[in-house]
């Protein structure tokens, strides 16, 4: 069964409107080293930080748009945090005009509709989900003008219980990010009540960073979950148009890295829906350059229909003690005890990633196992609905 992020993908890759082996959204962009200066505030948000990878881009999916034609601009950053990266995905409209996977996909199917037999009717359809068609007054009042970088670029989803939104003003003739937290709980609107100062960011101007394979908005700062749906359906976009460029280009040994990165985030979880599906994943990675990504995706996809295995489960919850069993204490092991033999994989999810912030496992915490399937609010959201 297609998820909400599939549909999606599948519709924009329809419009054929991208570069073989580009991003399906934000396809122009260029990597920066940057150095982090973070204030008090800063650090406790994401930590004692000092380095950064920022990427600018443009909303454009060819390099036949030159970016003079592009007015929506991304300004992102990822912070190399020594346990796991946090990564701030700015773009320079100030909130998300949409709430729910739903009605994103209905945005899209109704673009398709208008495509295949435009008329009047078929484009006031696009702006029906959500209500957009009553807040277009609003939409243009926050629609950038200008084409160049010089703007303030914001989070658009918020993240914690305070609830905070992050803001990044860039000065593209200094080169600098002030970085800034605003409080603001609303989805689909921008109504900030304060701001606090959390520092800034000095990007080296030369195109010099490491590439990315996507900005993950689930790579949130420690103990602030990020808000609502569209960031999980944001992951699996993202997740799903690295894995369509890969199939697309040519694999070197730059791309085939980004694949095994995406790799030691998802092995944890493939080991624990099926260890033979694992095991052929390794397998296939073992020719590197040579391997069949179409065929990776296939696997990976597989894993996430699969259902949940008892024997698989208690096998997992095994390996995965050996990195606690040393540290844990007599209330943990106990509690590791009674789920041996849980049915509920939500807890079991709950209880590993709850273990692996505390006591700190990176190989743990970039896994999805730990910073998606561990939280309450990805637990609510998959109930069938992305």
């Not at 970088?149 to 914001?154: E, F, L, T």
């Not at 490491?210 to 900005?215: A, D, H, Q, T």
């Not at 095994?318 to 849980?342: I, S």
Request: charge should be negative; aromatic fraction near 10%.
């Amino acid at each position: 069964m297609k998820t909400s992020a599939d549909v999606i993908i599948d519709l924009i890759e329809r419009f054929d409107v991208h570069d073989p082996g580009a991003r399906r959204a934000h396809g122009n962009g260029e990597h920066h080293e940057a150095t982090v200066h973070l204030n008090d505030e800063g650090k406790q948000i994401f930590g004692d930080v000092a380095q950064a990878t920022v990427r600018l881009s443009n909303a454009a999916t060819s390099e036949k748009m030159p970016d003079k034609m592009v007015n929506i601009k991304g300004c992102s950053v990822r912070f190399h945090h020594p346990l796991r990266p946090i990564d701030i995905i700015g773009v320079n409209f100030p909130y998300f005009p949409l709430g729910t996977a739903a009605e994103v996909t209905s945005v899209m199917y109704n673009v398709k509709l208008y495509l295949e037999q435009k008329n009047v009717r078929r484009f006031i359809n696009i702006f029906q989900p959500g209500g957009l068609y009553r807040d277009l007054d609003t939409l243009l009042k926050w629609l950038p003008k200008r084409t160049d970088m010089d703007y303030k670029y914001y989070t658009a989803q918020s993240y914690g219980g305070d609830p905070l939104k992050f803001r990044l003003d860039y000065d593209p003739q200094t080169s600098n990010i002030e970085l800034y937290a605003e409080r603001d709980a609303h989805v689909t609107e921008y109504r900030p009540e304060d701001e606090t100062h959390l520092g800034h960011i000095s990007v080296d101007q030369k195109v010099n960073g490491e590439e990315i394979k996507f900005l993950d908005t689930m790579n949130a700062p420690f103990g602030r979950d990020p808000n609502g749906e569209i960031p999980l359906l944001r992951h699996f976009l993202y997740r799903r148009s690295f894995l369509g460029r890969m199939e697309e280009a040519e694999l070197d040994q730059k791309k085939f890295d980004m694949l095994e990165e995406l790799w030691k985030e998802e092995q944890l979880f493939v080991l624990l829906k099926s260890p033979q599906l694992h095991d052929a994943v390794q397998k296939l990675l073992e020719s590197e350059t040579r391997m069949s990504v179409r065929e990776f995706r296939r696997m990976l996809d597989q894993a996430y229909g699969m259902d949940y295995d008892a024997e698989n489960v208690r096998n997992y919850m095994e390996t995965v003690w050996e990195h606690f069993r040393k540290d844990a204490d007599e209330g943990e092991t106990t509690r590791y005890q009674e789920l041996q033999g849980a049915s509920n994989i939500d807890e079991i999810h709950t209880f590993i990633a709850g273990m692996a912030l505390k006591h700190e496992v990176p190989e743990l915490l970039d896994s999805i196992v730990v910073k998606l399937l561990g939280r309450h609010e990805v637990q609510r959201i998959q109930k069938g609905r992305i």
